[in-house]
Structure formats: structure tokens, C-alpha cells
T-cell receptor
């Protein structure tokens, strides 16, 4: 059974470039989450989608960050323009319902030079 | 201001012995708690959870204890195995199954053969 799939696994880019992270949730899961993990702040929720609709984006740090979920099997997190302080590991997670344990992908390690 | 604290960044235990990982929280609204395990270069994996109406929950070698008055929970692993070596995250939410999880920064467990 395929888990949450994230791509790319690693991304290195220069400051000012646009970065797009991708996520395919587990089939049948209707809740999707994007997290950011840093040494300083640990794991933080950025945005939560339910049935493809953004429910809570209060964790999105700035307008440079945006997320979409055009259908039940795909979501993107975009940073434009990127800055060195955006360097982190970004995780996508999905769950069968908002009240069920979340299943995490293996993350995208993002480095902004 | 960390609402979920894992004060031990690392722990080493001999194979076959008990591992005890601790977690403290400050938000009295938290009433649902989870433990996740994370291997390097992988996403966190759900391990076990407990609701505040209980003080103990067991699943095989894993037991979580909750002390509400002390705002403290612990994860016991008995017996510890080398495959248990990972980073363990404690997470909490206000409302059973609430999508908003607040994570601790993790404790790295090393089980020595």
C-alpha cells in the first residue's frame, strides 16, 4: 500500500527562485497537511486541507508561501521568492479524517543558498 | 514558547532493557496525546496515542502513561530492541483527534546491542 509520496526529496536552489514541493496523499484520505521542520522550531503545521479545501492556513509564514490542492490526489506548496531562512525539511501528511492519526511522507529537504 | 517539551534530546539504553521517554506540556486544553517515531530520512510514523480520559494505553511493547495533574506523559518500550533506535516525537492536541498537533522537538533513542 503506497504511503504519502513527496517530491522532490531534495531541492537546492538559489535565493529568489521559485520552489514547488509536491505531495500525493494516500488514496481515500480526505485530510492533507503541510508541515515544516527546523532545528529551532521543530515541526510546525503550515496548512490543513479537508476535501481539497484549505481550512486553516494560519501557519503559513508569509505571503511568499502558497499551497493548493487541485484534486484529491495532489497538492503543492510553493515558495516565491525563496529566501535562505526557508531552508528546512517540509513534510506532507494525510489522514482518513481530521480526527485520525496522520501519515507522513518522507519529506523534502530544501536548501536555499 | 514551547507548549510541548521533551527535555531529553537523547537517550541510550541497552538492548532488552526498558526505554522511558518523557514529555511535558503546559497547555491545559490539551486532551489528546500521540507519539510518533522517526527514522533518518523518513517521515514520522504514528506509534500510539492516549486520550485524557485514560491514564494508560498499551500496544505490544509500547505503553504510554498520562499524568494529567503533572501535565506529563511518558512512553515505555519494553523490551527495547535495536530497531527501536529512532527519534521519538510527542504531540498534543486540544480535542480528541483535532487536526492541530503541537509537537515536541523529539528525543533520539539509541538502543545498544
Amino acid at each position: 500500500d503506497a504511503g504519502v509520496i513527496q517530491s522532490p526529496r531534495h531541492e537546492v536552489t538559489e535565493m529568489g527562485q521559485e520552489v514547488t514541493l509536491r505531495c500525493k496523499p494516500i488514496s481515500g484520505h480526505n485530510s492533507l497537511f503541510w508541515y515544516r521542520q527546523t532545528m529551532m522550531r521543530g515541526l510546525e503545521l503550515l496548512i490543513y486541507f479537508n476535501n481539497n479545501v484549505p481550512i486553516d492556513d494560519s501557519g503559513m509564514p508569509e505571503d511568499r508561501f502558497s499551497a493548493k490542492m487541485p484534486n484529491a490526489s495532489f497538492s503543492t506548496l510553493k515558495i516565491q521568492p525563496s529566501e535562505p531562512r526557508d531552508s528546512a525539511v517540509y513534510f506532507c501528511a494525510s489522514s482518513p479524517g481530521w480526527d485520525q492519526p496522520q501519515h507522513f511522507g518522507d519529506g523534502t529537504r530544501l536548501s536555499i543558498l | 514558547d514551547q507548549q510541548v517539551k521533551q527535555n531529553s534530546p537523547s537517550l541510550s539504553v541497552q538492548e532488552g532493557r526498558i526505554s522511558i521517554l518523557n514529555c511535558d506540556y503546559t497547555n491545559s486544553m490539551f486532551d489528546y496525546f500521540l507519539w510518533y517515531k522517526k527514522y533518518p530520512a523518513e517521515g514520522p510514523t504514528f506509534l500510539i496515542s492516549i486520550s485524557s480520559i485514560k491514564d494508560k494505553n498499551e500496544d505490544g511493547r509500547f505503553t504510554v502513561f498520562l499524568n494529567k495533574s503533572a501535565k506529563h506523559l511518558s512512553l515505555h518500550i519494553v523490551p527495547s530492541q535495536p530497531g527501536d533506535s529512532a527519534v521519538y516525537f510527542c504531540a498534543a492536541s486540544a480535542g480528541a483527534g483535532s487536526y492541530q498537533l503541537t509537537f515536541g522537538k523529539g528525543t533520539k533513542l539509541s538502543v545498544i546491542p
